[in-house]
């Protein structure tokens, strides 16, 4: 199985072409992806935090991109590698990988991406309870009013 699902901000304006074929001109746009990469307990905080992945979206994805994606822009981007290779104009045989883009949909909404990012985060994750509500065990204490019997459970 070769399926990729990643999530990150465009690191520049995608790069739209339009190719030539049986049946008439297909968008063919490339662009890269900064994900964050997790960092271990015991890594350095100059290390670097992102990598940079290759991807290209054919057909309507390549229109999408051209017209709705921008640097910047955080989506999510489902796909799959693709390896390559060819001989660059030095001899030089050129290996690549890429993400052959399958799905592409946006991560956040607009007034999240204009106010710097993750400030609106708390509209994409399911609302948790306040630190102070939490019992000392990790789960939410039941709240006052609620009685045993009403509960679904034993």
Known sequence: MNKVILMGRLTREPDVRYSQGADGSMAVARYTLAV????????????????FISCVAFGRSGEFAEKYLHQGTKIVVTGRIQTGSYTNKDGQRVYTTDVVVEEQEFAESKSAASNGGDSNYAAYTPSRPEPSQAAGDG?????DGVDDEGLPFN
């Open 36 to 51: 964050d990469r997790r960092r271990g307990r015991n890594s350095d905080n100059n290390e670097q935090t992102a990598d």
């Open 139 to 143: 789960f939410m204490a039941i709240p």
